[in-house]
């Protein structure tokens, strides 16, 4: 069975940072295109990074600059860092795992934050 789990998730005030993980099993990440995906409350769900063969990286023009996706081959793991969080960026973060054939997998989600 291919599960996703996403973690790291909370509470930051505006500036700070937050380190978010996907932790992929059924699957070897590195062989699929992982992405990280966001949807605020009333609003369509939306692409934030793309990695893709273990190390290409695609990013929304939002966070460019300011998040970076990457990954651990050991340990089948997706992450997205954060930085300079801003209160816009207040989502739940869901992990995506496709390839060529179907179907795409979802994680649960993990929520974000960013508030005085």
Known sequence: QVQLVESGGGLVQPGESLRLSCAASGIIFSTYTMGWYRQAPGKQRELVAIISKGYSTNYADSVKGRFTISGDNAKNTVYLQMNSLKPEDTAVYYCNAK?????????QGTQVTVSS
């Open 99 to 107: 390839r060529g054939v179907p179907p795409e997998h979802w994680g």
